[in-house]
């Protein structure tokens, strides 16, 4: 009796030693995980093409405080989104849903960084100064250039209004544009529907009285 129960604690020690040896092992990794940059969890690239690879070029006034926010900040998860990408109303309810996500985040990852306060404000206040101004189909006069725009322009954004722009900005910005829809694996339009689309958008960038 005296060997079985010998045997036996000497089988629980056994297994408590190894079950306190998986638990350090789990909360090392634990530690470790919660150490890393987060961006080895969660950089996602283009989100399944939702987002263009921007760079600091790619934004408007972009040494400003609050593009500094949006590249320190919002590249920590995915790709860095350009303040068109939203309208005013949508911006006032996706920044501050993804502020709070940071938080989460935060939680999660020692090293992830979360705007405060005032640096929330200032790129909030930066997205929505240059926020897309959208239009809707009905919107869309039957003009030449009108069917292309309708069919290429909605697939990464909102219709852009056409009085967003100078006239003689557009074509630079349709350009720019193609360059994105090409990162995100969208139809890109040909060269002659490139030219029809900016002309459309030309020659709808004057407020009509």
């Known amino acids: 009796m005296k060997t079985s129960n010998g045997l036996f604690a000497g089988l629980i020690g056994t297994f408590m030693i ?4 998986t638990i350090g092992d789990a909360a090392e990794e634990k530690a470790k995980s919660k ?5 080895e969890y969660l950089h996602f690239g283009n989100m399944g093409g939702l987002l263009p690879d921007l760079g600091s070029d790619d934004l408007k006034d972009a040494q400003s405080p609050g593009a500094q926010g949006v590249l320190k900040y919002c590249g920590q998860c995915h790709n860095v989104p350009g303040p068109g990408l939203h309208t005013r109303e949508e911006w006032n309810q996706i920044f501050w849903r993804m502020i709070w996500r ?3 985040m935060r939680g999660q990852f020692e090293k992830f960084l979360v705007p405060n306060y005032e640096e929330s404000h200032t790129m909030f206040s930066y997205l ?5 101004q959208a239009v809707t189909a009905g919107d869309v006069p039957q003009v030449e250039g009108a ?3 309708l069919k ?3 697939q990464c954004h909102r219709l852009p209004s056409p009085i967003q722009h100078e006239a003689k900005d557009w074509r630079e910005v349709v ?3 193609k360059t994105h829809m090409k990162s995100m694996s969208r139809v890109s339009p040909t060269p002659e529907e490139t ?3 900016v002309s459309y958008l030309k020659s709808q960038s004057v407020i009509k009285p």
Do not use: H, Y
């Not at 929505?128 to 897309?132: E, L, R, S, V």
């Open 18 to 21: 190894a079950l306190g040896a």
């Open 35 to 39: 150490a890393r940059p987060a961006q």
């Open 102 to 104: 940071m938080q989460v």
């Open 128 to 132: 929505t100064a240059n926020a897309i």
């Open 147 to 149: 069917k292309e725009f």
């Open 152 to 154: 290429i322009c909605i």
């Open 175 to 177: 350009l720019r544009m």
């Open 195 to 197: 030219d029809r689309i």
